[in-house]
């Protein structure tokens, strides 16, 4: 039987290893950490999912998912992202809200429910927060977009995903009027790690952390 805490395990360690860089590991003590428990609860279940064979656990090297853990964590993350998309656009719920909502519900859903919520939402192939939802056969496309953070002075972008690790954030950036779509600009960069100078459309300047701008992505404009 696969639990909640199991699929909510390989969730976070999908989620990990595709948002780490090549020389990031994907340790016990990064789990933990993801999943806020203690290292020897971290540790416990890693074994767990070892002898399941929905992972690979190397000694000082990390953890990798295998094909069954990795489908596994597909189906949950697509669960997610639909629960989400429909609570932001059939529901009204604000961005903030709807992470810590879809993780309630995203273990309960029927694959019935699953498709009807995919077909009353036009079959999306993007969530809420602007990353991709995996089909229903476990496929995903990646985007990789760069970092608002590492955008060249002067030039144009348009924000296509924010991290949604922190609903304060979310909140914070809704306020300052940075949403999907929202075209954006660096005039200036701060030296020492300063914040930035952010042309926001075409009439609003803000001062924005280097902080939000690592968690904000973007496609750049012509």
């Not at 192939?125 to 977009?145: C, M, R, S, V």
């Not at 042309?199 to 280097?210: A, P, R």
Request: glycine share 6%; aromatic share 6%; charged share 25%.
């Amino acid at each position: 039987m696969i639990s909640q805490a199991i699929e909510d395990y390989l969730k976070a360690i999908y989620k990990l290893q595709h948002g780490s860089t090549e020389n990031e590991r994907v340790t016990t003590s990064v789990i933990a950490d993801r999943m806020e428990v203690a290292a020897a609860s971290a540790t416990n279940m890693i074994k767990k999912l070892a002898e399941m064979h929905l992972l690979v656990h190397t000694p000082y090297q990390g953890v990798e998912l295998t094909n069954a853990g990795e489908k596994i964590a597909l189906e949950t993350i697509r669960h997610h992202r639909l629960i989400e998309l429909y609570l932001a656009q059939a529901l009204g719920y604000p961005w903030d809200q709807i992470d810590a909502e879809a993780d309630r519900l995203e273990h309960a859903i029927s694959e019935e429910f699953e498709d009807r919520i995919d077909k009353a939402l036009g079959y999306p192939t993007i969530g809420a927060h602007g990353e991709p939802i995996p089909t229903k056969q476990g496929k995903i496309k990646d985007l990789d977009y760069p970092r608002l953070s590492d955008l060249e002075t002067g030039q144009p972008a348009i924000i296509r995903r924010v991290s949604d690790h922190n609903p304060e954030m979310l909140r914070y950036m809704n306020q300052m009027g940075l949403q999907l779509g929202t075209r954006v600009e660096v005039r200036e960069k701060a030296p020492f790690s300063g914040p930035l100078q952010l042309k926001i459309d075409v009439d609003k300047e803000e001062s924005l952390g280097l902080e939000v701008a690592y968690n904000i992505f973007v496609d750049l404009a012509p």
